[in-house]
């Protein structure tokens, strides 16, 4: 999938709609994913973005030793892809082998690109004072990296119970917003 | 609108999928409603959503001196007013008075009910560890009221730039799950 660099500024466009995502990370060698369907946009500039992955996942220990993660964004040609990540551990298979996912060298961590998803924000930890007592993980996105098009790609936003929304009609009321606002 | 009392352990149905939300806030007799988009939830229980609130806002004041609020979700029939919300500002205006909004009483805090929306989220602040430095707020739901129906309300996900994404069809992928992870 040819994709371009964004800055990392305008994630938003992708991430405050709420899709779930994919999260790679590595470690001496290893690698893992997990989907990942609790987190926030927290500031443009510098992107920050926060993040809770409960302790109990294979990937926490990789990515807090590592201190670095990439957060890729599935479409719907991935939604068996993102159930069958959810539901397996990282301790008892290889998730790139097992769902057929390409793995690509990133340009500023260590952690993996998943090749198949729309983009890849390169993330490195930025804050891990609330980690601790809440699992919450504040990440600075440090590159972007974006297909060309659909522009507005089909997401899915998880509701719980094993149930999906995906995303559907985009609506613009730019006329209706001040300037400042955009 | 009809509401019931939901579990508020069971919020994520309606908060991770991502939707625009409107936050009405009280203090000493003022209220106030603003639009937002920056926040996640965090934990089933205690029933934890976390939230960033620019200090800009007039509701900023509001909610860091009660130390509550509600999260309301709006649907597409209030779109205008999602719009509206957002782009003006409680320091000038009444927000309910000028969007036809009904304030309703609520059982936990201050902090008023908006009638219209689908459903609303009683919440108490929980921690301010990292207002200060991200102007992150941890709220705790201590009580939600959701809409009988429908079960799956048309909500609105902001991608900046004035643009919204309507939510759209719904997909069960249930019998992929591993029980423990529904």
């Not at 719907?76 to 769902?99: C, Q």
């Not at 996912?101 to 690109?113: I, M, S």
């Amino acid at each position: 999938m040819a994709k371009i660099e964004m800055p990392v500024s305008q994630i938003r466009r992708y991430l405050e709609p709420g899709p779930i995502v994919l999260v790679s990370s590595a470690l001496d060698g290893a690698h893992n994913i997990m989907t990942m369907g609790w987190y926030m946009v927290m500031e443009f500039t510098p992107s920050l973005v926060g993040c809770v992955i409960a302790g109990g996942n294979h990937s926490f220990d990789l990515i807090r030793k590592s201190r670095e993660c990439v957060i890729n964004l599935p479409t719907t040609a991935l939604t068996d892809t993102v159930v069958g990540v959810g539901n397996t551990t990282g301790a008892e298979i290889d998730k790139f082998d097992r769902f057929g996912l390409t793995a690509q060298k990133a340009d500023r961590v260590a952690a993996p690109l998943i090749v198949e998803c729309h983009a890849n924000f390169e993330c490195r930890l930025a804050d891990d004072a609330l980690v601790d007592e809440y699992n919450f993980f504040i990440f600075e996105v440090v590159k972007a990296h974006v297909a060309k098009s659909p522009k507005h790609p089909e997401t899915l936003h998880y509701k719980g119970d094993g149930v999906f929304m995906v995303s559907g009609k985009i609506i613009s009321r730019r006329s209706h917003f001040r300037p400042e606002m955009l």
